[in-house]
């Protein structure tokens, strides 16, 4: 099973500001994907990645967000003006193995906005 | 996309009992995971199961996909158990479309 590091683990943020997660899987992978939980409800996904290119995005992934590879190793979700509403677990995912059988998520970003 | 409901929504046992969580799904899925989410929040994965049986432990999993369902099965429950059971499906597109989860407390 993969392993994927997700940091910081928990961050406190004014409303406004921007923030980054990131996410870095042991080995190499093309495709990896964000998902979102806000507290009590149930794991959405957000967007997926492939190639360094977006290839998938849900209604939530507004102009806010964007996903970046920025050095060929881990990967990043900013929010550029968080808002109240962006309180929630944050986490990345990447296919278990070459054959796709499934996906290992990240230990999670717990983002509260205040 | 696929929709995807998760029974009980709660579920209270006394340690050492049984129990079973099922999961329907709405369309014809490829990938099929049931997840533990820990006190932490971690996504604990238990297995990926789009059809068939497995076995891990004290943990079983079934999955009917002509039928639409999936099923966990927990034996002899510990405290450690406890936590939030998700189900998450998928079809082609890869990406995974969860349950609302099935909340497991293990009374000692």
């Known amino acids: 099973e993969p392993e994927v590091t997700q940091t910081p683990s928990h961050q406190v943020t004014q409303m406004g500001q921007e923030v980054i997660l990131r996410c870095v899987p042991i080995?190499?992978?093309?495709?990896f994907y964000w998902y979102r939980q806000i507290l009590g409800q149930k794991v959405e996904f957000l967007v997926s990645?492939?190639?360094?290119?977006?290839?998938?995005k849900s209604e939530i992934f507004d102009d806010q967000f964007s996903v970046e590879r920025p050095d060929g190793s881990n990967f990043t979700l900013k929010i550029r003006s968080t808002k109240l509403e962006d309180s929630a677990m944050y986490f990345c995912?990447?296919?278990?193995?070459?054959?796709?059988?499934?996906?290992?998520f990240g230990s999670g970003t717990r983002l509260t906005v205040v | 996309g696929i929709q995807v409901e998760q029974s009980p929504p709660d579920l209270i046992l006394q340690e050492g009992a049984n129990s079973t969580l099922r999961c329907n799904f709405s369309?014809?899925?490829?990938?099929l995971q049931w997840f533990h989410q820990n006190p932490w929040g971690q996504l604990i994965n238990l297995f990926y199961?789009?059809?068939g049986t497995k076995q891990n432990g004290r943990l079983s999993a079934t999955t009917v996909a002509t039928e639409r369902y999936s099923l966990l099965y927990i034996s002899s429950s510990q405290t450690t158990d406890s936590g939030v059971y998700f189900c998450?499906?998928?079809?082609?597109?890869?990406?995974?479309?969860f349950g609302a989860g099935t909340t497991v407390t293990v009374r000692a």
């Open positions: 995912a990447i296919p278990r193995d070459r054959d796709n059988y499934g996906y290992t």
């Open positions: 080995s190499n992978h093309l495709y």
């Open positions: 990645f492939y190639n360094n290119e977006i290839s998938e």
């Open positions: 369309d014809s899925v490829n990938n």
């Open positions: 199961i789009p059809s």
């Open positions: 998450a499906v998928a079809y082609n597109d890869y990406k995974l479309s």
